[in-house]
């Protein structure tokens, strides 16, 4: 089993900082691209960020200069530093991961649980 257990989330002011977590564990043979998503309510989910198992990064317009995706492979986990903060990037924010499976060597797609980030303004 594979789990992705997310952190960091919380209310902050506008202009304010927050630093998301996502920590994968299980039978893990290798992890592809690491990546962060986000859905407000009444809204679709969106990706924010995604960072290639090579570190090659890419972004959603409205995040770019602000958030900064990375990753640490040898505690197969990903960050996600979100700097100047508005209230339109109010939202749960879940960590999405590519993740080869010891047994079988298959890779399969896997999600947090979520985490809530409100901004006020």
């Known amino acids: 089993q594979v789990q992705l257990v997310e952190s960091g989330g919380g209310l902050v002011q506008a202009g304010g900082s927050l630093r998301l977590s996502c920590a994968a564990s299980?039978?893990?043979?290798?992890?592809?691209?690491m990546g962060w998503y986000r859905q407000a309510p009444g809204k679709q989910r969106e990706l924010v960020a995604v960072?290639?198992?090579?570190?090659?990064?890419r972004y959603r317009d409205s995040v770019k200069g602000r958030f900064t995706i990375s990753r640490d492979n040898a505690k197969n986990t990903v960050y996600l530093q979100m700097n100047s903060l508005k209230p339109e990037d109010t939202a749960v924010y879940y960590c999405?991961?590519?993740?080869?499976?010891?047994?079988?060597?298959?890779?399969?797609?896997?999600w947090g649980q979520g985490t809530q980030v409100t901004v006020s303004s």
């Open positions: 960072i290639s198992s090579g570190g090659s990064t």
């Open positions: 999405n991961a590519g993740i080869r499976l010891r047994v079988g060597g298959y890779e399969y797609d896997y």
């Open positions: 299980g039978s893990i043979f290798g992890i592809n691209a």
